[in-house]
């Protein structure tokens, strides 16, 4: 008796192009048309659709791209923004087609069997999903295959791809087109590409045409799973079995959590309960499930997919995002009343071997020891009594360091990168003093020294004067002179710095405002 042939799981990704851009206008409420940069260490990540018109590009330095549009308008990176502003677009796919999987901002997918016998065909499901994205404001792109990598290509192109096509669809695509995505690739992935390239294979196909010895032979573990998906092999389906139940977290929230700080850090303290388990069970975690219930009853969930295991803080990264989304009325529906329960569900788990430990300076086991310890410092003293140095931009030492609460996304208050004129030059001094002390410089007639308009000295600094003591000048630095904020009266601030070396091997940073000379920092 012959058996027919099983269906492929067909799978439905949904983009939307350029989100980091989207949500970046959203948030500084800019019209569509604005040509908008996205930049992180001064290179253009992301980019509408105007901009692109004007010639910036992805890869981009900051001012290049500026010279080519002068009305662009340039944002810093930001997950957090961008992962907050797509729980709207989210919420309202999930209203048409429940069983959405996040793999990024700006990418979901969900099995295609429901929506497509709900909607009747593979078309008028893609048209519907298309229609509720738009109703939030957003464009998408929506895309259908076999497996789950060809649906998320297919989407980039708008397609739909008929089932058992996916290799031949993917054969055509520069091999490039293999790390385009970054939520389905490890980050060797870029590495293997380009040695692919080097190698003189310049589309999928070519690379597909290798037989799984020939890849394994010769490349990485990461090639042998590129490989696989040039070859259009079927992956495991967007909802899997169930995880048994003593990997599951829960944690009562009394009273109940109706801010979003308030649940970040629980969310925190519940990311480090599960890792624990997961380390304990020697698995790691790719696919999560973030639910919440409020005190009326109310329940809130969200699967996250991700390429590589899980870690604790990009799980409590995705919690705060989920949440943020949810409390601050972004998504659908908004909670009419606090949080009493958040839970954290592994769906899909692998070896933990996978998940690789750093040596030196990444996610090791003195590291993850730490993070645990400083999180039950958060617990006794509260969220902000532990911070983190993150570099800003600023012209001062104390204005290029800003604190943020250990757990929350390290964005700076402004670009590092930037050119800052009359910025101190390197090194830093080793403490800058929160409170400056006033200190005399004065030259060898003992007149004192100061700055003029024109930003020079008046004279030589001889001898420096703090408090009882005093100490001869036997070398200086500057002046750097600083006018910032002439355009507003109330902010403006006239000040220039100057480094002296002292008798003794001592080094000072000071700064001449209009009461004189203050002690800034202090060189080691």
């Keep these: ?162 089932v058992g096509a996916g290799a031949g669809f993917l054969a055509p695509l520069p091999i490039s087109e293999l790390a385009v995505e970054p939520a389905l690739a490890a980050p060797e992935r870029t590495e293997t590409v380009d040695l692919l390239r080097r190698l003189g294979m310049r589309t999928i196909g070519t690379f597909a045409a290798l037989t799984p010895a020939e890849v394994a032979s010769r490349f990485g573990s990461d090639a042998v799973a590129a490989h696989r998906s040039a070859r259009g092999l079927p992956e495991r389906p967007p909802s899997g079995r169930a995880i048994p139940p003593d990997l599951v977290v829960e944690y009562p929230c009394d009273p109940p959590i109706d801010r979003v700080d308030a649940a970040a850090f629980a969310g925190r303290t519940l990311a480090g309960l599960l890792h624990v388990r997961l380390a304990a069970a020697g698995v790691a975690c790719t696919r999560l499930l973030v639910a919440a219930r409020t005190g009326n009853g109310e329940e809130h969930s969200r699967t996250w997919r991700c390429a590589e295991p899980l870690t604790p803080d990009g799980t409590a990264d995705r919690v705060r995002w989920q949440l943020d989304g949810w409390l601050t009325g972004r998504s659908v529906s908004r909670p009419t009343a606090g949080i009493v329960m958040l839970r954290l569900e592994p769906v899909e788990v692998v070896a933990s071997g996978a998940l690789q430990l750093g040596l030196w300076g990444g996610v090791g086991d003195e590291d993850e020891r730490a993070r645990r310890a400083l999180v039950r410092v958060q617990g006794l003293l509260g969220g902000d009594a532990v911070q983190m140095g993150v570099l800003s931009g600023g012209r001062g030492p104390g204005e290029r360091v800003v604190l943020v609460p250990v757990g929350d996304e390290a964005v700076p208050a402004s670009d590092p990168d930037a050119p800052w004129p009359g910025r101190l030059p390197p090194p830093a001094p080793a403490m800058v003093l929160h409170e400056p002390p006033v200190v005399a410089l004065d030259d060898e007639s003992g007149a004192p020294v100061t700055v003029t308009e024109r930003g020079v000295l008046d004279g030589r600094p001889a001898r420096l004067r703090w408090g009882s003591r005093s100490w001869t000048v036997i070398g200086w630095a500057g002046p750097w002179p600083v006018d910032e904020y002439w355009w507003d009266p109330a902010s403006a601030r006239h000040v220039a710095r100057l480094q002296v070396l002292l008798d003794g091997s001592r080094a000072l940073l000071v700064i001449y405002g209009a009461d004189g000379w203050r002690v800034e920092g202090v060189y080691d």
């Design 1 to 162: 008796m012959n058996v027919p042939a099983q269906a492929p799981a067909r799978v439905v990704a949904v983009w939307c192009p350029d989100w980091p851009a989207v949500a970046a206008a959203a948030s500084a409420e800019l019209p569509a048309t604005t040509p908008i940069a996205v930049v992180a260490a001064n290179r253009v990540i992301a980019c509408s659709a105007t901009a692109r018109a004007a010639g910036v590009r992805r890869g981009l330095r900051r001012r290049e791209a500026q010279a080519r549009c002068p009305e662009l308008y340039v944002a810093q990176s930001d997950p957090d923004r961008d992962a907050i502003r797509f729980e709207s677009v989210v919420s309202a796919i999930d209203a048409v087609a429940p069983g959405v999987e996040v793999l990024r901002s700006g990418l979901v997918v969900l099995a295609a069997r429901g929506v497509v016998r709900w909607f009747g065909s593979e078309e008028t499901a893609a048209e519907s999903l298309v229609d509720a994205v738009a109703a939030v404001g957003v464009e998408c792109q929506v895309g259908i295959a076999d497996e789950l990598s060809t649906a998320v290509l297919a989407a980039r192109r708008g397609t739909l791809v008929p």
